[in-house]
T-cell receptor
Framework: DAGITQSPRHKVTETGTPVTLRCHQT?????MYWYRQDPGHGLRLIHY???????DKGEVSDGYSVSRSKTEDFLLTLESATSSQTSVYFC??????????FGPGTRLLVL | RKEVEQDPGPFNVPEGATVAFNCTYS??????FFWYRQDCRKEPKLLMS???SGNEDGRFTAQLNRASQYISLLIRDSKLSDSATYLC????????????FGTGTRLKVLA
């Protein structure tokens, strides 16, 4: 279960501040994903990656960017945090397109 | 209509009972289906994939009904430890990675 970690686990920031969340995996999985989870909306895909430097947008990508310079790391950046980005962020990895294993999550509060 | 819908519950059942949840999806071309379990304030964990022929893992059985566009999860002999939220996930388009998650069905198994 420790094959995927997220940092930080909790963060409080102010509106307008850039924020970067890190996802790190040790399983050499090709696919990685960033989701946010909000009451009433469930898990929504922000961005995903299908290889180093290969990323694409998900359902709710506005205001977010990602980078994947190494197989093991997938970074999510909130370019200028807004209160609507207060959420729980989950990273996931997968060896193939079918399975996804989630990290422990990051709770972000934007004041 | 949401792409993936679940009854939020809660389903309150006594220990030993059998309980079933459904998850409906709107895109008839959907290819892949999954059930995840999520404990309170934890990450989702893959419970099982749902194949056209059905899938059984111990007390858990998952089935796909393409004609009516839903998947189901049956839990037999419920345990207190089965109390959690059960999320369904659907990949609406073959060859993409954009999974759509339901908002989850909450199960409480009562002693």
């Amino acid at each position: 279960d420790a094959g995927i970690t997220q940092s930080p686990r909790h963060k409080v920031t102010e509106t307008g501040t850039p924020v970067t969340l890190r996802c790190h995996q040790t399983e050499n999985h090709r696919y990685m994903y960033w989701y946010r989870q909000d009451p009433g909306h469930g898990l929504r895909l922000i961005h995903y990656s299908y290889g180093v430097k290969d990323t694409d947008k998900g359902e709710v990508s506005d205001g977010y960017s990602v980078s994947r310079s190494k197989t093991e790391d997938f970074l999510l950046t909130l370019e200028s945090a807004t209160s609507s980005q207060t959420s729980v962020y989950f990273c996931a990895m997968g060896r193939n397109q079918e399975t996804q294993y989630f990290g422990p999550g990051t709770r972000l509060l934007v004041l | 209509r949401k792409e993936v819908e679940q009854d939020p519950g809660p389903f309150n059942v006594p220990e030993g009972a059998t309980v079933a949840f459904n998850c409906t999806y709107s895109n008839s071309a959907s290819q892949s289906f999954f059930w995840y379990r999520q404990d309170c304030r934890k990450e989702p964990k893959l419970l099982m994939s749902v194949y056209s022929s059905g899938n059984e893992d111990g007390r858990f059985t998952a089935q796909l009904n393409r004609a009516s566009q839903y998947i189901s999860l049956l839990i037999r002999d419920s345990k207190l430890s089965d109390s959690a939220t059960y999320l369904c996930a659907v990949n609406p388009t073959s060859g993409t990675y954009k999974y759509i998650f339901g908002t989850g069905t909450r199960l409480k198994v009562l002693a």
